[in-house]
């Protein structure tokens, strides 16, 4: 009779069970796996998720032996605009800091991936890191399961679990000598998974508790990325509810992503479908119809649009002294519904004098030189630039960065 190594797969599955010895059982993993690849029988059964994982990188073809990782590295601003885009941003801090307990020993290292497998942020000692180089396990790098095999990134998106991958689970010979814990982070509006939060190491570290406080890290994650949308939500409502009130007839307030804040006249949903490329102006809404669209702050206000008519948006920026006799920029945004006004932080302020008077956009390498007189501060840039989005939705645009078209900007 064969000897099992698991027959069952609860939701959070340990790896190695409490008690095992990890040498003893990397060593059974080996003999498993080799017989596995060379289709021999098999001293074990791998668990039900890692079997599942090799059958199906055996029918792609993947090759067990294969070098993988750092040729399928992202360019840096393609990586820039992943982290921006993933939604995973914002509880970065929070990720590390809930898992500082498993990174502060030096043996392991924090990874973040997003849906797609890209590696977007990691954190580590310079010793284990190092040894990630090694593997190509670096920022930009493809860790998706039809890359590099079996390993709680890919694996964990394919399956939709957390899961604990551990010596010669992995598909690819050269991880034998790590162990990876993986979960992943939902949106909590959809239920879409963002990505993956990942602790890695030296194969010796493993424990059967990383897999129960990585997942619980990420449902934490889920819980702050809700409390977040909640409360931008609120701050919109704030905004929009005495602009609703004014509004000459059927109206919706929507933040970036279309999610309702409040309405005034229209059947309630959670959410409004917007069209690509929304900005200020007449769109097209597929259950209103024509609409015309004007910016708030964090969000859109969509009114249904009259028979004639159209929506202006306009942004005046001025120079304003404060109480304090400190001088900042007051940007104010009128559309035919109502306004709003915001106070720039001295940087912000200037970012938007300088894309008013360039209206064909700037990238980031010239702001930074306009900033800092290099060009070699994107990173900053990029960062400034994603919440002045977060504040102005899609009064600014990128690819340049720039107002948007049929935005009537003045300086003053």
Same mark, same amino acid.
């Given at each position: 009779? #064969?000897?099992?190594?698991?027959?069952?797969?609860?939701?959070?599955?340990?790896?190695?069970?409490?008690?095992?010895?990890?040498?003893?059982?990397?060593?059974?993993? !080996?003999?498993?796996?080799?017989?596995?690849? !060379?289709?021999?029988?098999?001293?074990?059964?791998?668990?039900?998720?890692?079997?599942?994982?090799?059958?199906?990188?055996?029918?792609?073809?993947?090759?067990?032996?294969?070098?993988?990782?750092?040729?399928?590295? /992202?360019?840096?601003?393609?990586? #820039?605009?992943?982290?921006?885009?993933?939604?995973?941003?914002?509880?970065? #801090?929070?990720?590390?800091?809930?898992?500082?307990?498993?990174?502060?020993?030096?043996?392991?290292?924090?990874?973040?991936?997003?849906?797609?497998?890209?590696?977007? $942020?990691?954190?580590?000692?310079?010793?284990?890191?190092?040894?990630?180089?090694?593997?190509?396990?670096?920022?930009?790098?493809? $860790?998706?399961?039809?890359?590099?095999?079996?390993?709680?990134?890919?694996?964990?998106?394919?399956?939709?679990?957390?899961?604990?991958?551990?010596?010669?689970?992995?598909?690819?010979?050269?991880?034998? !000598?790590?162990?990876?814990?993986?979960?992943?982070?939902?949106?909590?509006?959809?239920?879409?998974?963002?990505?993956?939060?990942?602790?890695?190491?030296?194969?010796?570290?493993? %424990?059967?508790?990383? /897999?129960?406080?990585? %997942?619980?890290?990420?449902?934490?994650?889920?819980?702050?990325?809700?409390?977040? %949308?909640?409360?931008?939500?609120?701050?919109?409502?704030?905004?929009?509810?005495?602009?609703?009130?004014?509004?000459?007839?059927?109206?919706?307030?929507?933040?970036?992503?279309?999610?309702?804040?409040?309405?005034?006249?229209? !059947?309630?949903?959670?959410?409004? /479908?917007?069209?690509?490329?929304?900005?200020?102006?007449?769109?097209?809404?597929?259950?209103?119809?024509?609409?015309?669209?004007?910016?708030?702050?964090?969000?859109?206000?969509?009114?249904?649009?009259?028979?004639?008519?159209?929506?202006?948006?306009?942004?005046?920026?001025?120079?304003?002294?404060?109480?304090?006799?400190?001088?900042?920029?007051?940007?104010?945004?009128?559309?035919?519904?109502?306004?709003?006004?915001?106070?720039?932080?001295?940087?912000?302020?200037?970012?938007?004098?300088?894309?008013?008077?360039?209206?064909?956009?700037?990238?980031?390498?010239?702001?930074?030189?306009? /900033?800092?007189?290099?060009?070699?501060?994107?990173?900053?840039?990029?960062?400034?630039?994603?919440?002045?989005?977060?504040?102005?939705?899609?009064?600014?645009?990128?690819?340049?960065?720039?107002?948007?078209?049929?935005?009537?900007?003045?300086?003053?």
């Amino acid at each position: 009779m #064969e000897m099992t190594i698991s027959d069952q797969a609860p939701e959070l599955e340990p790896a190695v069970q409490a008690g095992d010895d990890p040498r003893e059982f990397a060593h059974v993993l !080996s003999a498993v796996h080799d017989a596995a690849m !060379s289709g021999g029988r098999m001293p074990a059964r791998p668990r039900p998720v890692i079997d599942d994982s090799w059958q199906r990188l055996r029918a792609v073809g993947l090759d067990p032996d294969t070098d993988c990782g750092a040729d399928r590295l /992202l360019e840096f601003d393609e990586l #820039e605009e992943r982290r921006r885009r993933s939604g995973l941003a914002e509880v970065v #801090e929070d990720l590390s800091r809930n898992l500082d307990s498993l990174i502060d020993g030096g043996d392991n290292i924090l990874v973040i991936a997003d849906a797609a497998g890209r590696v977007l $942020w990691r954190s580590g000692s310079p010793r284990v890191l190092t040894r990630a180089d090694q593997l190509g396990f670096i920022e930009g790098a493809d $860790w998706a399961e039809n890359s590099v095999g079996t390993n709680a990134i890919g694996t964990a998106l394919v399956s939709g679990r957390s899961i604990q991958v551990f010596s010669a689970e992995h598909f690819v010979r050269s991880h034998h !000598s790590w162990t990876c814990t993986g979960a992943p982070i939902r949106d909590p509006r959809t239920g879409d998974v963002l990505g993956v939060v990942d602790v890695s190491g030296p194969a010796a570290t493993i %424990h059967p508790t990383t /897999l129960a406080l990585v %997942h619980a890290v990420a449902r934490l994650a889920e819980s702050q990325l809700r409390e977040q %949308h909640h409360r931008r939500l609120d701050c919109l409502r704030a905004v929009a509810a005495p602009i609703l009130a004014r509004s000459p007839g059927p109206a919706l307030a929507v933040d970036v992503d279309g999610w309702v804040a409040a309405v005034d006249a229209v !059947s309630p949903r959670p959410r409004l /479908l917007l069209p690509r490329g929304v900005g200020p102006g007449r769109r097209f809404f597929g259950t209103l119809g024509e609409c015309d669209v004007e910016a708030l702050p964090g969000g859109w206000l969509v009114r249904v649009a009259e028979s004639t008519g159209m929506s202006t948006t306009r942004v005046v920026l001025r120079t304003i002294t404060t109480a304090a006799g400190a001088e900042c920029v007051e940007v104010a945004v009128e559309g035919p519904s109502g306004g709003w006004t915001h106070r720039c932080s001295p940087r912000h302020g200037e970012i938007l004098s300088f894309l008013a008077r360039n209206r064909d956009g700037a990238t980031a390498a010239r702001l930074s030189t306009h /900033l800092f007189g290099v060009d070699d501060r994107t990173v900053t840039v990029r960062a400034e630039m994603s919440r002045l989005r977060k504040r102005f939705g899609g009064l600014l645009m990128t690819g340049p960065y720039r107002f948007a078209d049929g935005v009537d900007v003045q300086a003053r």
